[in-house]
């Protein structure tokens, strides 16, 4: 049991980076995935499937071209046969390396979803038609159907549980081994095809047909079948398409010009087919056009290792915009308990009276608040919990009309509660109210604290100090949400005055007091109509119109199937403080995007001081001053041009699946980080990278 | 439709607006407020108009002082067809015109020797500058002096006396007006004939 | 480079900045219809204008009627300037009795001035009348200079408004335009120019007695009325041939000083007017600094390029360096009165911003000094630009920078509240697509067409039988022109002679493509934008007013046209001017046969 004064920590790591563990984290490079991506690779190659990706079929079309001119060349053995050969390999490795990255991404998704689809597999039901039991195959189970499960088998599909209680291990979902409590009623009423009964039974109502279960959908999003391209993605792709366009407009019109020059200068020679394709392949934005989707499936695939399933790519790119996060007080802000912190009591009572009196009427309250007020009387004045049974105690509970619990013993009529039923109380006794009582509940109130007045018959004992315990780290986290531009609202069901206390201990913006599911909706619709977008958490039934309103909406996977139906992301965890990991991971695949669009961009300025001086060096020789890197020779200049262009896709692939690292900062200071890493970087690092590869094809006598 | 209706009498509105009213309002005003200007600053000797001060003139005469080379028409100073040569720093017209220009200048002024200002032996923008530069005039004033037999001397008074510098210190480059200063020659130091 | 050439420039730039705030809080409030000291004199003229074109002052249009006003009224008046110039031999004001036009020629100076490029394919002393000199083409440097206001102040509209279905009324906008901004400035600034030595007169040609005896025939007409305009329209059709450089158009270094700043006055202007309209006046700041350095960048490559002048004259024997008494460096094509600095300067102005009037001879720059010319114009002519096209255009690229570099912050990306979405950017891409396209494309078939010799198409033959020069520099004649054309700036490297029907036509729809299909793809994204909500401002926020957006916008802006047109120019100026280091030079060469790999 925990102690009050101990607070416990959501996270080590509070700077929001997104943590190297992950439940079902696996390394980058897994054998199987990497020897699978490979073949991917390949098969990829289709025209059919390489048209969706405009600047990599130009890669394609150029390869077939040079294909068949190195076919050419080499039937007629011509002396440019082996430069046209090593151009046409680049320029298919340039294709592959980018089928590789998309492969690889969506490799580790399939792996995920295999396993998944071995539990779907072997499952059969027992499913109670009248009063009987029978064995059908778990596919065949039908919306409405009863099963009962016992202990250590495998729950057939998705559904409420309507009878029984049972610890289930979900980790075949979650990969969280720790088993949950599934009973029926309330909120942790829901079960989850493929997950394993530990102890006990329970007789579940099917909820969904076969096909669309959890696990189904589960399956189908991890493997990407259902991927469609987020806006984000279009809007680059339209920016990397009409780059592309503008590049071949260029060096296709570079035939005539060259035509012209060679003419008026007249000597030289126009360039060849196979050059000006290499200048065009270097100059396209292949970097990003061939890490673009790896770099979207990447960023579900990250969502997913945290153990959050995202119904689409969409939903991960709006995590990143979100302006406002509404979050539970309970269970996300604060521990979730109210836990006693303090005795304070009244006139002549001493401490440990009232805190013994407190104690008593509390052995018997198993809320989480009863039990804290037993730690704490056993903490601060060593007092042990009794066996209550000889004294022939009778416990009171706790009634919505009385609005107080205690307990009857040795004559004694101890009672706690909220301060007006315990007055009350008090006064039926024919005892007084002293005014500092009202006093003390007042000043706990208003610190946001929740006071628990304790009387014995007549007498006003004193105050039992009742407090939410904000999480540790949230003051910290809330403050970094901030710095990014995040605004924080706190969603509370206690009075303005409790949720104002909390609000400003915990360091959220905003928080909407008393909430009911209609004031958090309006809110939502508040905020969106602002231009804000709004991402929450809930679990509750009543949480789903909320849940679907927003922009992210996270569901908690021992919430209700409405809640999980309504959302667009469900954790697996069902820890709400996550939705602040998601906000970084779509902000973190937004910034993958732009740093190696930037970088690829950055990248053309160096091929271009290869690649001109190289293809003009017969007609225009005084353009070697533009060969400032100091090429060996033009086939080995454009050669290394091509070269660096493949590598760099494959030398990125790593960054594209991990995502670039994010900081928690002003988007001034981001941009200005990442402007120099991937903007001016880019134009730099490509100078060294070319003039390395052509010494390297100088030593291996290639080019 | 009704934009097709607004279009129609837009256009003659408005051209009649810009196009007739404005350039008329404007040519009333010019001449009312600056007459000679606004009728090209015409230079007359005598009642007689022998040009513009703004229009360069075609001088090839020792007495006189030589404009810049001009590409306007085909002896050059043609007013009707106003522009530069358009020959580019690497066409080899250029080179060869320029050398031929040197050799007749050096020929023809044999009292000068230093070096030759740039503008002197370069086509101008219009083919109608009617400057010079101080030097460009300068390394002509001994041909000038020797043609009208004076000493050069006065004919350097001159030239100094029609430099003009930068428009109220500030703005352009130093000139003489070719015009002008010959006009200025024909009244000081006549030519015999 | 001298120190009073770097003074001059410095105090240029002063001046400019001084201008720009009032003259962008003057437009700000006259196309807010707010109003302003000349209210009580303009405004019955302006209601008035309104009555008589039928024109309702309150109605706001939608981008796409926006765009039909614009494109309607255009197409009219693009209508009218070919029938005049089809007719002035039966019209009155044609004291030298000047022939009709012939039709290919007339449509491209039509399209010319109709979309505010004013290439000049014609020679004006010897093919127009005064009268079409007045109602076909001094008009235009109103009615285009208006739209491009217009269209300028639409776009502002779109990043202003929000959640709004339309941009404003064009017909209010122009009108506005003409009535409060361009007709009062040009009247005054025509007897400014007057003042200084420009004519304004309707007499015929004068003919006059040389000093030597010859007799030469000087040109006269209206055409301080038409300079003025022609400037602060940024439009530069020359009332003659040799344009800004002629005297009588701009006699002094003080007029000179005077147009350049007519050229920029307005573009600068907006940038205010932008600030200020999307209410937040560092935005606008931030993209004048943004044309700020592009335009010092651009005159310090240039001066000092032309003030180094050509090294194979100075072998020749030319002086090259500048003295008290002589301005040394390049002057080949250049005026006395004007010197390197001052040419340099308005060179760079001219191209900077669409104009395209030029006081010195860009075909006769040094390879570096005319690079930047022509760069300019195929960066899209967003440094400082065009009247309203300038600023539309900088958006553009502020739009492409932040969708690019602002996806590093984490966010979908924003400008100025807005969204930066699909439709967004389909619509930039499109512009720069088409400038793309018609640039090169049209020069790739300017450089190697062959047509039938003394045929109807061009009868020069091959169309580089149309160049002046060989080599590189014939190279970046053709492509000079067709950069001016789709860039509807209008200068040249003039030496190309593009009055044959090819060039004619091809740069005519050039023109059209460089106007139209620019300015629409934009009044569309600001419609898109307008009809957005606007999302609040936060940490998390793209900063577009701080240095660091400056400094990106100039780096996209550099390499997006450097990228596109960096093959192209290597193999003109860049590879020239390496040539010329060399010392070679290149003789005509007729008919050049095409040698294809």
């Known amino acids: 049991m925990p102690t009050v004064t101990e607070q416990q920590p959501i996270a080590e790591d509070v700077t929001l980076l997104i943590p190297k563990r992950a439940m079902r984290a696996r390394p980058l490079f897994d054998p199987p995935i990497v020897r699978r991506a490979i073949g991917d690779s390949f098969r990829k190659l289709h025209p059919r499937l390489m048209a969706k990706n405009p600047v990599m079929f130009v890669v394609e079309v150029g390869a077939v071209v040079t294909t068949i001119l190195c076919a050419r060349d080499l039937a007629t053995s011509a002396a440019i046969a082996g430069f046209t050969s090593q151009i046409t390999l680049w320029l298919w490795f340039t294709v592959l390396f980018a089928n590789f990255a998309e492969a690889m991404a969506e490799g580790r998704g399939k792996a995920q979803a295999d396993t998944l689809r071995k539990t779907k597999t072997e499952t059969t039901a027992r499913r109670i038609v009248g009063g009987k039991t029978e064995t059908v195959a778990a596919t065949q189970l039908r919306s409405g159907d009863v099963v009962l499960v016992e202990q250590g088998e495998i729950i057939p599909g998705d559904g409420d549980v309507i009878e029984g209680i049972a610890s289930v291990d979900e980790s075949a979902i979650t990969g969280e081994s720790a088993p949950v409590i599934r009973e029926s009623g309330g909120d942790r009423s829901a079960v989850t095809g493929g997950t394993r009964v530990l102890s006990d039974w329970i007789r579940v109502k099917i909820t969904s047909n076969p096909g669309e279960t959890f696990l189904d959908r589960m399956i189908a999003l991890v493997e990407g079948a259902q991927r469609q391209k987020t806006p984000n993605e279009i809007a680059l792709n339209i920016v990397i398409s009409g780059l592309t366009l503008i590049f071949l407009f260029a060096v296709v019109t570079l035939q005539p010009f060259a035509a012209y020059s060679v003419a008026s200068n007249g000597s030289g020679t126009v360039p060849t087919v196979t050059v000006l394709i290499s200048l065009l392949v270097c100059l396209i934005p292949t970097t990003i056009g061939g890490l673009l989707s790896a770099i979207g499936i990447a960023g579900m695939d990250r969502v997913m290792q945290h153990n959050v399933l995202a119904m689409s790519g969409k939903a991960v790119e709006a995590a990143g915009d979100v302006n406002t996060l509404l979050l539970d007080k309970t269970g996300t802000i604060t521990l979730g308990n109210r836990q006693a912190v303090e005795f304070i009591p009244v006139g002549p009572v001493e401490p440990n009276e009232l805190a013994d009196a407190a104690q008593l009427s509390s052995l018997a309250d198993e809320t989480p608040e009863g039990r804290s007020i037993v730690v704490l009387a056993k903490q601060q004045f060593n007092i042990r919990g009794r066996e209550v049974a000889e004294h022939e105690a009778h416990f009171i509970p706790f009634t919505a009309q009385t609005r107080m619990s205690g307990v009857d013993l040795d004559g004694r009529q101890i009672r706690k509660g909220a301060t007006e039923s315990v007055a009350e109380f008090v006064r039926a006794h024919g005892g007084k109210v002293p005014a500092e009582l009202l006093e003390i509940t007042e000043r706990i109130s208003r610190s946001g604290g929740t006071p628990l007045v304790v009387a014995d018959r007549s007498r006003c004992l004193g105050v039992v100090h009742l407090k939410d315990v904000v999480k540790g780290g949230m003051r910290e986290r809330f403050h970094q949400l901030r710095t990014m531009g995040i605004r924080t609202v706190m969603i509370t069901g206690d009075n303005p005055l409790t949720a104002a206390a909390i609000a400003s201990e915990a360091g959220v913006d905003d928080f909407l007091a008393q909430a009911t599911p209609k004031d958090k909706m309006d809110l939502i619709k508040k905020e969106q109509a602002g231009g804000r977008l709004v991402a929450m958490t809930g679990d509750g039934t009543n949480d789903a119109p909320a849940l679907a309103q927003a922009d992210v909406g996270l569901a908690m996977n021992t919430g209700t199937m409405a809640a999980k139906e309504a959302g667009n992301m469900v954790d697996l965890d069902s820890n709400p403080t996550k939705l602040i990991e998601v906000v970084a991971i779509g902000k973190q695949l937004l910034m993958t995007r732009g740093a190696l669009t930037t970088f690829s961009i950055a990248n053309d300025v160096a091929k271009y001081f290869a690649i001109l001086p190289a293809m003009f060096a017969a007609t225009y020789p005084a353009l070697a001053h533009l060969n400032i890197m100091g090429l060996r020779n033009p086939e080995s200049a454009v050669l290394a041009s091509v070269i660096f262009n493949a590598l760099i896709i494959i030398a990125l692939v790593p960054l594209a699946l991990r995502g670039v690292k994010y900081r928690p900062t002003s988007a001034a200071a981001l941009l200005r980080r990442n402007l120099l890493i991937y903007g001016v970087g880019g134009v730099l690092v490509p100078f060294p990278g070319i003039w390395v590869i052509d010494r390297l094809l100088g030593v291996l006598h290639l080019a | 439709m009704n934009q097709l209706k607004i279009t129609i009498r837009a256009t003659i509105v408005l051209t009649i607006l810009t196009g007739l009213a404005y350039p008329l309002l404007v040519t009333g005003l010019a001449q009312a407020l600056f007459h000679r200007q606004a009728n090209g600053s015409m230079v007359d000797v005598n009642g007689k108009t022998v040009g513009s001060e703004l229009i360069g003139q075609r001088f090839t005469k020792p007495e006189y002082f030589h404009g810049r080379p001009s590409a306007a028409g085909n002896d050059g100073y043609d007013a009707l067809a106003s522009g530069g040569s358009n020959l580019g720093p690497t066409n080899q017209k250029l080179v060869d015109r320029v050398q031929t220009d040197l050799k007749k200048f050096r020929a023809e002024n044999p009292g000068f020797t230093g070096p030759i200002p740039a503008d002197l032996l370069t086509s101008s923008a219009s083919g109608l500058d009617p400057d010079l530069s101080p030097a460009s005039a300068e390394a002509q004033v001994a041909r000038v002096a020797a043609a009208r037999g004076v000493p050069a001397g006065s004919i350097q008074a001159l030239v100094a006396q029609r430099t003009q510098g930068r428009q109220w210190g500030l703005f352009g480059e130093p000139r003489v007006n070719v015009l002008l200063l010959n006009l200025d020659l024909d009244r000081s130091f006549p030519v015999r004939k | 480079m001298t120190a009073n050439g770097i003074f001059q420039i410095a105090l240029y730039f002063l001046v400019l900045l001084a201008l720009t705030k009032p003259l962008g809080l003057y437009m700000t409030k006259v196309f807010q219809g707010e109003r302003t000291w000349v209210h009580r004199l303009l405004r019955p003229f302006e209601v008035a204008l309104y009555k008589l074109c039928g024109i309702d002052e309150t109605a706001e249009q939608h981008w796409t009627r926006y765009a039909g006003g614009i494109l309607l009224f255009s197409i009219a008046t693009l209508l009218v300037t070919y029938l005049v110039q089809r007719i002035q031999q039966w019209l009155p004001w ?504």
């Open chain 3, 94 to 597: 044609n004291p030298q009795g000047l022939g009709p036009a012939s039709p290919d020629l007339s449509f491209n100076t039509a399209m010319s001035f109709t979309t505010n490029t004013n290439w000049q394919s014609y020679v004006p002393e010897t093919t127009v009348s005064y009268l079409t000199q007045m109602i076909g083409l001094a008009t235009h440097n109103f009615f285009s200079a208006a739209v491009g206001l217009a269209a300028g102040i639409a776009v502002i509209r779109g990043f202003a408004r929000h959640s709004a279905k339309t941009l404003g009324n064009f017909w209010v906008d122009m009108t506005r335009s003409l009535v409060y901004v361009l007709l009062p400035l040009s009247i005054l600034g025509a007897l400014l120019l007057v003042s200084q030595g420009a004519i304004q007169n309707l007499h015929p040609y004068a003919k006059v007695a040389t000093l030597e005896g010859a007799v030469q025939t000087i040109p006269q007409g209206p055409t301080a009325s038409q300079e003025v305009i022609k400037m602060l329209g940024i439009n530069g059709g020359g009332f003659f041939n040799a344009n800004s450089a002629h005297p009588y158009e701009n006699p002094t270094p003080f007029s000179n000083f005077f147009q350049i700043l007519l050229i920029f006055i307005i573009p600068a202007g907006l940038t205010y007017t932008f600030g200020k309209m999307v209410k937040d006046t560092r935005q606008g700041w931030a993209i004048f600094a943004a044309m700020s350095i592009l335009f010092l960048a651009g005159v310090f490559v240039t001066y000092p390029a032309e003030q180094s002048g050509n090294p194979i004259l100075t072998k020749v024997g030319i002086e090259n360096t500048a003295t008290a008494t002589q301005p040394g460096g390049n002057m080949e094509g250049k005026e006395v009165r004007f010197g390197i600095a001052n040419s340099a300067l308005f060179a760079v102005i001219t191209t900077d911003a669409s104009c395209g009037a030029v006081n010195a001879m860009h075909d006769s720059f040094t390879p570096l000094g005319g690079l930047v010319p022509l760069l300019n114009i195929q960066l899209g002519e967003i440094i400082f630009g065009g009247v309203g096209s300038g600023l539309y255009g900088m958006l553009l690229f502020a739009v492409l920078s932040v969708f690019i570099a602002g996806l590093m912050v984490g966010r979908t990306p924003e400008y100025l509240c807005k969204k930066i979405e699909q439709k967004e950017v389909k619509m930039a891409m499109l512009s720069v697509l088409v400038a793309a396209l018609s640039i090169l494309g049209f020069s790739a078939l300017g450089s190697v067409s062959h047509f039938p010799k003394d045929g109807y198409i061009n009868p020069p033959g091959a169309t580089t039988a149309n160049l002046n020069n060989n080599g590189p520099h014939g190279f970046s004649e053709v492509l000079y022109a067709y950069s001016s054309g789709t860039g509807n700036n209008g200068s040249a490297f003039a030496g190309i002679n593009a009055n044959t029907p090819f060039f004619n036509t091809t740069m005519g729809l050039a023109m059209f493509a460089g106007r139209f299909l620019m300015m629409i793809p934009l009044l569309a994204m600001a419609g898109s934008l307008a009809a957005k909500k606007q999302i609040p401002v936060s940490a998390g926020t793209f900063p577009t007013h701080g240095s660091l957006f400056v400094v990106l916008l100039v780096g996209v802006v550099l390499i997006v046209g450097a990228l596109t047109y960096f093959p192209a120019l290597s193999l003109g100026p860049i590879v020239e001017h390496y040539l010329m280091q060399d010392g070679k030079l290149f003789s005509l060469l007729l008919n050049p046969g095409v040698v294809w790999g």
